[in-house]
């Protein structure tokens, strides 16, 4: 029993050394099965790393599962060595082994929030594209509706005008239209004193032919008179000659 302890006290750290060089080895020169591994191309260490769930708190003993980088695991105990007792779900089976607990984190790996930031990203590019498109489309029917306005506003522009042109001849109209009324009656009253000066007139031409006929007649009867008191002497004339 002695013996095995020493052993074991022995060997253990050339043991913890074989394991973290194996570690070490697994995490820098893990192959890729996509990558083309010839002298003269260039290549990248892979981020792939498995580190070992152990049955108990120690490099020695024996390895449950190889757990990926990034695999959730839910912590039970910590050990006062710095090794961790942890459960890991897999389809339904759980498994309870050790690790140290150097290789945990309390949130995700790089790689797995470097993916979620790349997605998130997408997401916001793709939310620019699409409002970027909006934008453009809301562009366009801007510059069609103010090509539009800009029309309406010489159509108005010109209605405008051509109203204005319009109230001027009603206007104009209107006034013509006074003012013919008004002559109509100044006319009219024309007319009238027209024709009463005519009746007149005519009454005034009658007056006058017989003033005229008055005083011809009498002119006339003077003169038949004269000739006959004024007759010359020494021509005595018979009795009913004239």
Known sequence: M????????????????????????????????N???????T??????????????AGYSYKIIRMLKSGTAVTILK???KGWAQVVYKRKGTSYTGWMPST???NQSIAKVRLER????????????????QELDTLQKR????????????QEKFEADQQLNRLKAISSNAVALDGENQEMKIRI?????????????????????KRQWFLTGGGVLLLGLLIGRFFKAPGRRNKWGEI
Do not use: W
């Open 188 to 208: 009219g009253a024309l007319e009238d004193q027209n024709a009463i000066m005519k009746e007149q007139i005519d009454q005034s031409e009658d007056t006058i």
């Open 43 to 56: 290549n990248y260490v892979t981020d792939s790393v498995e580190v070992p769930m152990r049955r108990e």
């Open 78 to 80: 910590v050990n006062n």
């Open 103 to 105: 290789v945990l984190q």
């Open 2 to 33: 002695k013996k095995s302890s020493n052993f074991r006290h022995i060997t253990g750290p050339i043991f913890k050394s074989s394991i973290a060089m194996a570690l070490l080895s697994m995490a820098l020169i893990a192959p890729n099965a």
């Open 117 to 132: 930031q790349v997605k998130k990203m997408n997401a916001v590019e793709e939310k620019y594209n699409a409002l970027k």
């Open 35 to 41: 990558a083309e591994v010839k002298p003269g191309y």
């Open 142 to 153: 801007f510059d069609t509706t103010s090509t539009t306005l800009s029309t309406i506003k």
